[in-house]
Each structure stands twice: as C-alpha cells, then as structure tokens.
C-alpha cells in the first residue's frame, strides 16, 4: 500500500508526492472523479487508487490550524 497526497496538476498528470517528498506523476483518467489538489490517496497492491477522505481532512485541518497560529496577530 502506498499513501500519496496531489501536490498539483500538470497538464494529463496529477504530481503527488509520499512523506518521503518523492514525487509521482499518475495521470488524470487512472484516478478517482473528483479529486483535487491536496486529497490523500491510498494505492492498494492491486493498484487501486482511493481518496482517503478522514486523512484528508486531518491534515487541511492541521495545515489551517498553522497557518492561524503563524499569522495570528501577537
């Protein structure tokens, strides 16, 4: 199994990345409808791809929750 989150999108590509900041590039058709940038995918070993939406929503609310405590006023 392989955890991957989209970074952007690049023409036909999706280019994700994996914690180790190792990119991929998986085209647009091979993936769910629907995704976007910054949703966390998981690969099976059968190499289907699904949007893990609970870590998805972790880590946009961990990525918030930075930025209201880097720009908060002091």
């Given at each position: 199994?392989?955890?991957l989150s989209?970074?952007?999108?690049?023409?036909?590509?999706?280019?994700?990345?994996?914690?180790?900041?190792?990119?991929?590039?998986?085209?647009?058709?091979?993936?769910?409808?629907?995704?976007?940038?910054?949703?966390?995918?998981?690969?099976?070993?059968?190499?289907?791809?699904?949007?893990?939406?609970?870590e998805t929503?972790?880590?946009?609310?961990?990525?918030?929750?930075?930025?209201?405590?880097?720009?908060?006023?002091?």
């Amino acid at each position: 199994m392989k955890i991957l989150s989209i970074d952007r999108f690049e023409n036909k590509y999706a280019i994700c990345m994996d914690d180790n900041m190792s990119a991929f590039a998986i085209t647009v058709e091979e993936l769910p409808k629907d995704v976007k940038s910054g949703d966390v995918l998981v690969i099976d070993n059968e190499g289907n791809i699904k949007i893990d939406v609970v870590e998805t929503e972790m880590r946009k609310k961990r990525i918030a929750e930075k930025k209201n405590r880097l720009f908060s006023k002091k």
